[in-house]
């Protein structure tokens, strides 16, 4: 038996990053990219190295980019942590699982530290994998939250919910963190979460710089210490965030497009108010929007989403983010998985 399990990439449209601080946020799931797991019974348990994980280069300067894009560990971190919490949560609820091992490898196209959500993809795709492998069903719900703790309670990685579930449950999601929302299930904190028709969507475009950016848990770190110290800037844009998004929720189920891509640009507006950006990430939006269409960090800098009008303006933001190093393409977008 061979199982292969992909996950994709993720833009958040609107409310990002308010997950992390009982905000709301809107995401779609990015076919274009994925990571992608492949598990197969085995006499041990053994966990095969992806193609980041290498140890063999051509030259001093080559480690030190390999390095910055994957850091020391590359993924067979995430894919151990992945098999622990499992286990553990199969233990709690009292799930006894068969004795056969496998083993695991794991690949993924997913562009490193630009904000597109690799890491969880990974460990997204493992989990899959070992709900099948063991025959295992586990909420929705729970899944998101359970792959947070992979890398929250594990790794001791910042994170929030909502790279996780629109990894689960694909498609375009709302999602609602508010604290008074929050429930509880099989022992796991996590939102109201609710699949939207992608149809529902106008023009949608991604772009990303192909060199190196800084990875989450740097990105993040300062304004999670603001955040609970009660920083009144902090607080409000993590609540501005949250109302934008409500605001996104009911432009998309009135076809307002328009309404969505001010939505977005207040977005990225409200962003750059509290953090302190790299110019060259700042150049990207400006330069989107400097051809008339919206633009906003896809997640924690380096990949930047937006809408545009038609094929047209498609062109022009290609020919200009693509004179200051970018890739720019158009997602790929389905509708959400049912399991």
């Not at 949560?89 to 068969?98: E, K």
């Not at 694909?170 to 008074?180: K, P």
């Not at 939505?263 to 051809?291: C, H, K, W």
Request: proline share 3%; aromatic share 8%.
């Amino acid at each position: 038996m061979i199982i292969k399990r992909q996950a994709y990439a993720r833009a958040g449209l609107v409310g990002n990053p308010s997950d992390g601080y009982h905000g709301k946020t809107i995401s779609i799931a990015l076919r274009n990219f994925w990571a992608e797991a492949v598990l197969y019974e085995w006499d041990t348990l053994e966990i095969l190295p992806g193609k980041e994980n290498q140890n063999r280069f051509d030259s001093i300067h080559d480690l030190v980019k390999d390095v910055k894009l994957h850091g020391y560990y590359g993924g067979v971190r995430l894919v151990k942590a992945t098999i622990k919490k499992f286990v553990e949560y199969c233990n709690r609820q009292n799930i006894d699982l068969h004795q056969r091992n496998f083993s695991i490898r794991f690949e993924s196209t997913i562009p490193r530290q630009v904000g597109l959500a690799g890491s969880s993809a990974i460990i997204t795709a493992t989990l899959r994998c070992l709900k099948e492998f063991y025959g295992i069903d586990i909420p929705k719900v729970v899944q998101a939250s359970l792959i947070l703790s992979v890398e929250h309670d594990e790794l001791g990685i910042t994170a929030g919910l909502q790279d996780r579930v629109i990894q689960v449950y694909e498609g375009l999601v709302y999602m609602d963190f508010a604290q008074e929302r929050m429930q509880q299930t099989h022992g796991f904190s996590h939102g109201i979460y609710e699949p939207l028709d992608v149809k529902l969507l106008p023009p949608i475009y991604l772009a990303y710089k192909t060199d190196v950016s800084e990875p989450t848990e740097v990105f993040h770190n300062d304004i999670r210490a603001r955040f609970r110290q009660g920083d009144a800037a902090v607080v409000g844009a993590m609540k501005a965030f949250a109302h934008l998004a409500e605001q996104a929720h009911a432009a998309l189920l009135q076809g307002d497009h328009a309404q969505l891509a001010r939505l977005m640009n207040q977005n990225f507006d409200t962003r750059r108010s509290i953090y302190q950006l790299p110019r060259g990430q700042i150049e990207m939006i400006e330069v989107a929007r400097s051809v008339g269409a919206s633009a906003k960090f896809a997640g924690s800098g380096g990949a930047i989403v937006g809408t545009y009008t038609n094929e047209q303006q498609f062109a022009q933001l290609d020919h200009a983010l693509s004179a200051i190093g970018c890739r720019v393409i158009q997602p790929i977008l389905s509708s959400g998985v049912t399991a």
